[in-house]
C-alpha cells in the first residue's frame, strides 16, 4: 500500500486521466459510491446524515455520496459552505447530479444555521476540504470544524479530515476528528505522523480505479500483513540449526542485565538458529538461568562494564550490540572499534547509538548493512535535529539520514519507519501504545537480529521483524492483557501466537 504526499496523488490522478483515458468525472463517481458502499455496516435507515460540502473536488466526492445515499433511500441532508460560483468542474457536475435527482443544497448563511442541522444530525459526513487544502483553514470552515468537533453525531471524513495536511512538516492546524475516515486509494503521508494520525479515527482505503505508477520521489509503504506473509522466508523440514543463522549479542552491565536477557530470547523465539550473549561474567551469572537456550561468550569487564579487547565474530552470520551496555568511556571505545572492525551485518541499539554518535563517518564506510534503531529521543541525539522537528517530519529527517551515513534506519514510534541507504521506505502497521515501555526495545532488537539472518531483503526483513514485534503486542491487548499491565517480556512469549498465523 503505497503511501503518497498531495503531489504525488494529484500526480497519479493525472496520469489515469491522461494516459489511462478514464474521465475525471467517473473518478469522482468511483470515490463516492465506493465510500458509501464502506459506510454501509456503519449506517442505517433511521439515521439522518448530514453531508457538508466544501468547494473543490472533495466536496464533489460529497455530491457523489449524498446522491448515493438518497437514491438508497436515505435521510440526506446537504449543506453547501462556499457561494454556488465556487462550485466548478467534476464537482458542480455532480451538484447538477444531485439537483436533478431532486436532491436539495443548503447552501451556508451563518455558524448558527450548521449548529441546528449538526444537532439534528446522527451522521456527519465530511467533505469540506480533501488535499486541496493550502495554508491555515479560513473561515467560516475553520468554525464549521470546530462546530463539528463539539457535537455527538458520528463523524466521517472523505479521504482525510477536513482541515488536517496530507504532508509532513505542518504543525498549526485546525482539522475535523473524524470517527472514521475512508481514505482515496492510497493513504496520505499524515496518517502516519504522531501528530495526525488521531485525527483519522478507525480509517479504510477505498479503491477507485487509479493508474498503478512507480513515483520518482522513491518508495513509501506501509507494511502489512500480507506482504509479511509473502515475504517471510518459511522454514524447511530440511533446516538445521545454523541454517537459520548464528547471531551474537552484545550487551548488558552490571546495572542492567536484563536488557540483553530480552534479546536473547527474543531472538531464539523469533526463528534464529543459534544466539550466543557476549557479556561481563556479572551479567552472565545473573541472566544465565532465564536464557537456557542460548550460548555465552565470555568479555572482560571492569566496575560491570565492558572494556576494549578483540572479539572474535568469524563464526556469526550478524550481530546486535548496545542493549544495556551502559555509557563508560571505554565500553564506548570497546563498541566504535567493533563496529568498525567487524565485516558482518551489525544492528546498533540503545547505548551503542550513544557511543557512535561521533563516529558516523566511519560507519558509512562499512560494506556490510549497518542498522541504527533509535526511538526520537535518541535520534535527536544522533542528529543534533530536536524531537519535535523530527516528529514534524520523520520522512524526510529519516531519509536525509540513511542515505547521509549508508545506513539501514528503524526509527521507532506508533509508526515505525524503516529507511534503506537509497532512500526507500517501509512503515510499520501494528503496535500500541502498550509498548511504550522499558525492553520494547530490547525485544525489537531482538527480533530484528533474528529476522535479517534469514534469506529476504534486509528492509523487508526489518519490516516484517517490526511488523511481528507490533503484532505481538496487538494481539496480547486484543486478548488477556492492557495496555497498562502489558510487559517486554509478554511480547517475547507472544510471538508464538503471531507466528503460528502467519
Ligand atoms: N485522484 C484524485 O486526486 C481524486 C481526488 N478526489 C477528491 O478530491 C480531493 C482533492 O480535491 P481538490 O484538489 O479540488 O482540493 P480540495 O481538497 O477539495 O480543496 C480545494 C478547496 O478547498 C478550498 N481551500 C483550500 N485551502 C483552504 C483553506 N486554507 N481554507 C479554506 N478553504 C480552502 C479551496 O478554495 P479556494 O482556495 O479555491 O477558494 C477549494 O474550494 C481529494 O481529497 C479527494 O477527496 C476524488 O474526487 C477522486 C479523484
Ligand atoms: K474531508
Request: charged share 20%.
Amino acid at each position: 500500500m503505497q503511501i503518497v504526499t498531495a503531489k504525488e496523488m494529484y500526480e497519479i490522478d493525472r496520469l489515469t486521466i491522461e494516459k489511462g483515458g478514464v474521465d475525471g468525472k467517473l473518478l469522482m463517481e468511483n470515490a463516492g459510491r465506493s465510500i458509501v458502499n464502506h459506510m454501509l455496516p456503519i449506517i442505517d435507515r433511521t439515521k439522518s446524515i448530514l453531508v457538508l460540502v466544501g468547494g473543490g473536488n472533495n466536496g464533489g466526492d460529497g455530491f457523489v455520496i449524498a446522491r448515493t445515499l438518497l437514491t438508497d433511500g436515505y435521510d440526506v441532508l446537504v449543506v453547501q459552505l462556499v457561494p454556488d460560483y465556487k462550485i466548478k468542474g467534476e464537482a458542480a457536475y455532480h451538484k447538477q447530479l444531485w439537483l436533478n435527482f431532486g436532491g436539495i443544497v443548503h447552501v451556508f448563511q451563518d455558524t448558527s444555521m450548521i449548529r441546528r442541522y449538526l444537532l439534528d444530525a446522527d451522521i456527519v459526513v465530511d467533505a469540506m476540504l480533501g488535499i486541496g487544502i493550502s495554508g491555515e483553514v479560513r473561515q467560516p470552515l475553520k468554525d464549521v470544524i470546530g462546530l463539528v468537533n463539539q457535537v455527538e453525531a458520528l463523524t466521517i471524513s472523505v479521504d482525510i479530515p477536513s482541515g488536517l495536511p496530507a504532508d509532513e512538516g505542518e504543525s498549526h492546524f485546525e482539522a475535523v476528528v473524524a470517527d472514521y475516515t475512508f481514505i482515496v486509494e492510497h493513504p496520505k503521508m499524515s496518517l502516519f505522523l504522531e501528530s495526525c494520525s488521531p485525527f483519522y479515527g478507525k480509517w479504510e482505503v477505498v479503491k477507485i480505479g487509479l493508474f498503478h505508477s512507480n513515483l520518482s520521489s522513491g518508495s513509501r509503504i506501509a507494511w502489512r500483513e500480507r506482504d509479511v506473509k509473502r515475504t517471510l522466508p518459511k522454514r524447511s523440514r530440511n533446516s538445521h540449526k545454523g541454517t537459520h543463522g548464528r547471531g551474537l549479542v552484545i550487551g548488558g552491565s552490571s546495572t542492567m542485565p536484563g536488557s540483553i536477557a530480552m534479546t536473547l530470547k527474543a531472538a531464539l523465539r523469533s526463528g534464529a538458529g543459534l544466539i550466543t550473549g557476549g557479556t561481563i561474567n556479572e551479567v552472565f551469572s545473573s541472566i544465565a538461568s532465564h536464557c537456557v537456550e542460548a550460548t555465552y561468550l565470555p568479555l572482560l569487564g571492569k566496575a560491570g562494564a565492558m572494556t576494549t579487547q578483540p572479539v572474535d565474530v568469524s563464526m556469526y552470520n550478524a550481530i546486535a550490540i548496545g542493549m544495556g551496555m551502559g555509557r563508560n568511556e571505554e565500553t564506548a571505545a570497546f563498541t566504535r572499534q567493533l563496529v568498525k572492525d567487524v565485516t558482518k551485518p551489525i544492528l546498533i541499539d540503545a547505548d551503542g547509538l550513544h557511543h557512535i554518535k561521533d563516529d558516523l563517518a566511519s560507519i558509512s564506510q562499512r560494506k556490510q548493512p549497518t542498522i541504527l534503531t533509535p526511538h526520537p529521543g535518541e535520534m535527536a541525539m544522533l542528529t543534533g535535529i530536536s524531537v519535535r522537528e523530527i516528529l514534524l517530519h520523520p520522512f524526510e529527517v529519516s531519509k536525509q539520514f540513511a542515505y547521509e551515513h549508508n545506513v539501514y534506519l528503524v526509527l521507532k514510534g506508533p509508526h515505525t519507519i524503516i529507511t534503506d541507504p537509497n532512500g526507500n521506505q517501509l512503515v510499520n502497521t501494528t503496535g500500541n501504545q502498550g509498548l511504550a515501555k522499558g525492553g520494547s526495545g530490547d525485544v525489537l532488537s531482538g527480533v530484528l537480529l533474528a529476522m535479517i539472518m534469514q534469506e529476504q531483503s534486509m528492509i523487508e526483513a526489518l519490516a516484517n521483524g517490526c511488523f511481528i514485534h507490533g503484532k505481538s503486542a496487538d494481539l496480547l491487548i486484543s486478548s488477556h492483557r492492557s495496555t497498562e499491565d502489558l510487559l517486554a517480556t509478554d511480547v517475547i512469549d507472544g510471538l508464538a501466537s503471531v507466528f503460528r498465523t502467519l
